[in-house]
Structure formats: C-alpha cells, structure tokens
C-alpha cells in the first residue's frame, strides 16, 4: 500500500501514520524526520537544510526529491510506504509522478487531514509545553516565529499539492479536528473502499 498524507503541522500526520504502519506493515517515510537526522549527523545534505528548517521555511525541491527517491528503493519499502511531509510542492509531486512511474509503483491514495489553523497552534503550544515538562529537547522550528512561517509555507506551497491530486482524482479529505481514533476509522474506511 502506498499512501501520501497531506497536511498542516500539528494536524496528526505523524500519530496516524504510526497507526497505518501498524496495522499495514508498511513503512513511514517522513522527510522532516530524515532531515532532522541528517542535521543531526552534519551530512552535506543536513548542513545545507539546518538553518532554513529552523526558520520555518522549506529546503529545496532537489535534495527531498533526491532523498524520497534513493528511500523508497530500499528493501523495507516492498510492503509500501506513507509518505508524510512529502511532496510539500507541486513540482515535488510532479517529480514525485515521474520517480513512481520510473519504479513502476502507483499510489493508492492521497489523504488529506483538515483543520482549524487557530487549533493547529494550540496543539503545537501543547506539544512543546508538555515535551519541556519532560525535559525533553524541543524542536528548534517549534517557536512562534518558525510556527507562523511553517503555516505560510503550507498555504501558499502545500495547499495546492491538494488541488493537483483533487484534479486527479485521488485526493480523499477527512476531518482532522475529530478525536484521534475517529480520525483513524476515517481513514481505515477511505483505504477499504
Ligand atoms: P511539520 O509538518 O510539523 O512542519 P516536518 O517534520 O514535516 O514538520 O518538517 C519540518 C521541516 O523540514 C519543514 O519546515 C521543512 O523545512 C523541512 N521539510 C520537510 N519535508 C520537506 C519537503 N518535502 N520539502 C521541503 N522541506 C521539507
């Protein structure tokens, strides 16, 4: 199974994903975790995304794509794959077209989680107080200023990535702002027809 998730920061990607992985035996391929890991360990291609991600803004087309494209040619992908966080551009998801096609894979479905912005900010306000609560490290992108622009990039570059797949027919939205588990039959009940 093969499944793209869509959607703002703070809007559950990651906590449903984990659930699809579970229940799919297929892998999560979230592109801000792997570059966080690659600032991390100060590889080329984390040096080069470390200071736009903490500002909030995206890296460039090339080194997602590049990325995205070696990732999903490893053995554990053979099950499928959720991509989440990615593409975040159309021309991502064009690129994104032309690597599947390359692989000969196609994408069962596009599913894009809604919500309300002004939640989205109480939600990630909640994350990173209950994260410092637990004396763990915060992001460096989870601060307003980096929050604001993260919100900006999702609406005026990611949003039309929903367009591009509602164009083809492929996009399937679900409400976001219901209680997680209901947020999770939502999706169980798009991925089973
Ligand atoms: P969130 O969805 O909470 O904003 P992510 O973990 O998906 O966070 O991404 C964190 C940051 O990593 C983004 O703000 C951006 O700088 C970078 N990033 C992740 N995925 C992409 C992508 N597909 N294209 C460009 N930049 C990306």
Redesign the pocket.
Known sequence: MKLILLG????G?GTQAQRLVEKHGIVQL????M??AAVKAGTPVGLK?KD??A???????D??VGIIEDRIAEPDCINGFIL??????VA?AEALDAMLTRHGLKLDAVIELEVDEAILIER?ETRVAEMTARGEAV?P?DNAA?LH??LE??RAQTAPVASYYASRGALHAVDGMAPIDQVTKAIAEILDT
């Open positions: 703002p920061p703070g809007a990607k979230s592109t801000g975790d570059l966080r995304a736009v991600m500002r909030g803004e995206l890296v460039s087309d080194i997602v989440d966080g990615f593409p975040r551009t991502q990630i992001r992108d980096a622009k993260r990039a999702y």
